[in-house]
């Protein structure tokens, strides 16, 4: 049987870029184990040397290893598009919204999907008062893998400083901070694989999983299945299947959840929607290949099936 020829996209311009680097390579290599012709392209601000490269060369499946803006936003996906290649995971649409937290939500709050109580607000707005009562967050609209995130506590003075130095834009997200832990689920097209309760370590009590507890070795700890009421877990699996359905995703996605099982009266808990992940990390020990592989899914065989369902949406 011939193997399509693909090639790894790897690499960006975002925060993300050292983490889409290890994706590419771990993907690269996992292909090749299982005989598919494998070509990398380490992407960075020549949007003409890529496609240069993608006209000469022509794969038959690109596999898109890129995290964070222009890689899965929607903008790589509409250039694929345009020329005609298919490629792994969602494409314009569902990349540039699940991208845009505040479009995300408007997307969850109408399918009655939970997410944080808040809102976007401008720079100067928040400079001059706290926009909803301490605790809360603050998140890029845009960015990913926590890059950017800041909690606002009680007597904090830290308010108008972040909004000085803001580096995102004019304005951000402003959510309610939601006590507990943090939670995931991972979704292989119409099946949600299991939940993983992450712990990060020197978090200073409040379970934020930032940039260092995911990437920094020793960051934080997973524990899959996570070991909470029976009822959270399946509740935990059935919205992370929604939201992949919502949002229109393809192929796999992972969506991040607050878990608060100390303020409800039935003992099950409180749900939040973060944000779901439409390209979710790659390396052998990122999340949902840890999650796939407690689901007797092999990581070679994830990168296969990734490219199974890969597609061009002309």
Same mark, same amino acid.
């Given at each position: 049987?011939?193997? #399509?020829?693909?090639?790894?996209? =790897?690499?960006?311009?975002? !925060?993300?870029?050292?983490?889409?680097?290890?994706?590419?390579?771990?993907?690269?290599?996992?292909?090749?184990?299982?005989?598919?012709?494998?070509r990398?392209?380490?992407?960075?601000?020549?949007?003409?040397?890529?496609?240069?490269?993608?006209?000469t %060369?022509?794969?038959?499946?690109?596999?898109?290893?890129?995290h964070?803006?222009?890689?899965?936003?929607?903008?790589?996906?509409?250039?694929?598009?345009?020329?005609?290649?298919?490629?792994? %995971?969602?494409?314009?649409?569902?990349?540039?919204?699940?991208?845009?937290? *505040?479009? !995300?939500?408007?997307?969850?709050?109408?399918?009655?999907?939970?997410?944080?109580? /808040?809102?976007?607000?401008?720079?100067?707005?928040?400079?001059?008062?706290?926009? =909803? #009562?301490?605790?809360?967050?603050?998140?890029?609209?845009?960015?990913?893998?926590?890059?950017?995130?800041?909690?606002?506590?009680a007597?904090?003075?830290?308010? *108008?400083?972040? *909004?000085?130095?803001?580096?995102?834009?004019?304005?951000?997200?402003v959510?309610?901070?939601?006590?507990?832990?943090?939670l995931?689920? /991972?979704?292989?097209?119409?099946?949600?694989?299991?939940?993983?309760?992450?712990?990060? %370590?020197?978090?200073?009590?409040?379970?934020?999983?930032?940039?260092?507890?995911?990437?920094?070795?020793?960051?934080?700890?997973?524990?899959? #299945?996570?070991?909470i009421?029976?009822?959270?877990?399946?509740?935990?699996?059935?919205?992370?299947?929604?939201? %992949?359905? =919502?949002?229109?995703?393809?192929?796999?996605?992972?969506?991040?959840f607050?878990?608060?099982?100390?303020?409800?009266?039935?003992?099950?808990?409180? &749900?939040?929607? &973060?944000?779901?992940?439409?390209?979710? /990390?790659?390396?052998?020990?990122?999340?949902?290949?840890?999650?796939?592989?407690?689901?007797?899914?092999?990581? *070679?065989?994830?990168?296969?099936?990734?490219?199974?369902?890969a597609?061009?949406?002309?």
């Amino acid at each position: 049987m011939t193997r #399509p020829n693909i090639t790894v996209l =790897m690499g960006g311009m975002s !925060a993300e870029r050292e983490v889409s680097l290890r994706s590419g390579e771990g993907v690269t290599q996992a292909l090749r184990s299982l005989g598919y012709p494998v070509r990398q392209i380490v992407a960075g601000p020549d949007l003409g040397a890529i496609v240069g490269d993608l006209t000469t %060369h022509r794969p038959d499946v690109v596999f898109n290893a890129l995290h964070g803006r222009f890689g899965e936003d929607g903008s790589i996906q509409g250039v694929l598009d345009w020329m005609g290649i298919a490629y792994t %995971h969602s494409g314009v649409r569902a990349s540039a919204t699940a991208m845009d937290k *505040a479009a !995300a939500r408007v997307v969850f709050e109408a399918a009655g999907l939970p997410v944080a109580r /808040g809102g976007v607000v401008t720079m100067e707005a928040l400079a001059a008062a706290d926009p =909803m #009562p301490e605790p809360y967050v603050i998140k890029p609209v845009n960015e990913g893998s926590s890059v950017g995130v800041e909690i606002i506590r009680a007597g904090s003075n830290r308010r *108008a400083s972040i *909004a000085r130095t803001w580096q995102f834009g004019t304005s951000a997200l402003v959510e309610e901070f939601i006590p507990g832990r943090e939670l995931t689920v /991972g979704v292989m097209g119409e099946r949600a694989l299991t939940v993983t309760d992450i712990t990060p %370590h020197d978090a200073g009590g409040d379970g934020f999983y930032d940039y260092t507890a995911k990437y920094q070795q020793g960051g934080s700890s997973h524990v899959l #299945p996570a070991r909470i009421h029976p009822a959270a877990f399946e509740r935990a699996r059935e919205l992370a299947l929604a939201a %992949h359905r =919502m949002l229109g995703c393809r192929g796999a996605s992972r969506t991040d959840f607050r878990y608060d099982d100390t303020r409800d009266a039935d003992g099950i808990g409180r &749900l939040v929607i &973060l944000e779901t992940n439409t390209q979710p /990390g790659m390396t052998e020990t990122s999340l949902l290949p840890e999650q796939a592989a407690a689901c007797g899914i092999a990581y *070679a065989r994830l990168c296969e099936w990734l490219v199974e369902q890969a597609t061009c949406r002309t």
